[in-house]
């Protein structure tokens, strides 16, 4: 059982920042990926940026150069911070972690966990 606290959401004007945090708890071994998506009125849940174990990255084309995705692994904690805000960028946001569990025969199982949501909104 893992459980995600988000935090960070809030309103900002164009142009404007915002950090996200999401901290696992529980089970908090194994996870192997910790992201967020987002989710903008009329749009489908999209993959804003993820991060592995490995501190690979990945980052939607739409939020590349603005957006950097971070990992403190002490504390379980993945960090979004939101730089030169646009109105796009308006939604839900969620923290996803997947946790991946090998078992004493070596097979690979996964399991995604979601936060509850963090509302971002840019506007004037």
């Known amino acids: 059982q893992v459980q995600l606290v988000e935090s960070g959401g809030g309103l900002v004007q164009p142009g404007g920042s915002l950090r996200l945090s999401c901290t696992a708890s529980?089970?908090?071994?194994?996870?192997?990926?910790m992201g967020w998506y987002r989710q903008g009125p009329g749009k489908q849940r999209e993959l804003v940026a993820d991060i592995t174990k490995s501190e690979s990255t990945n980052y939607a084309d739409s939020v590349k150069g603005r957006f950097t995705i971070s990992r403190a692994n002490a504390k379980n904690t993945v960090s979004l911070q939101m730089n030169n805000l646009k109105p796009e960028d308006t939604g839900v946001y969620y923290c996803?972690?997947?946790?991946?569990?090998?078992?004493?025969?070596?097979?690979?199982?996964?399991?995604?966990?979601w936060g509850q949501g963090t509302q971002v909104t840019v506007s004037p």
């Open positions: 529980g089970s908090i071994f194994s996870i192997s990926v």
């Open positions: 996803k972690v997947v946790r991946a569990v090998v078992d004493e025969s070596g097979l690979r199982e996964e399991y995604d966990y």
